[in-house]
Nanobody
């Protein structure tokens, strides 16, 4: 089992940048697929970026490709999301998630463990 704690959310202006960090407990972090999701009011939870364990494959949703970057450090049990060129539609609660290694890293259903979420608000 793994516990996840996000940090780094807040208020930023349109066009600005923000970094999110997720710290994971446990000694088997490297074995988990890691993903960043977001959910805005009235919307479904959306997978933004994911890192597949062992193989190192990276996935980005079209909505964030070229603007967001996911990175993980298996020695520190952390996964980060760097967000650039932020837009008002990026406003949401952002979640870090972990899932069993395998090809399901690109699917919401592939994630078993979730952080509590951190609010990101992009204001013009």
């Amino acid at each position: 089992q793994v516990q996840l704690v996000e940090s780094g959310g807040g208020l930023v202006q349109t066009g600005g940048s923000l970094g999110l960090s997720c710290a994971a407990s446990g000694r088997t972090f490297s074995k988990y697929n890691m993903g960043w999701f977001r959910q805005a009011p009235g919307n479904e939870r959306e997978l933004l970026a994911a890192s597949r364990a062992f193989i190192g494959s990276i996935y980005y949703a079209d909505s964030v490709k070229g603007r967001f970057t996911i990175s993980r450090d298996n020695t520190k049990n952390t996964v980060n999301l760097t967000m650039n060129s932020l837009k008002s539609e990026d406003t949401a609660v952002y979640y870090c998630a972990a899932g069993t290694s395998g090809p399901a890293y690109r699917n919401l259903e592939g994630y078993n463990y979730w952080g509590q979420g951190t609010q990101v608000t992009v204001s013009s």
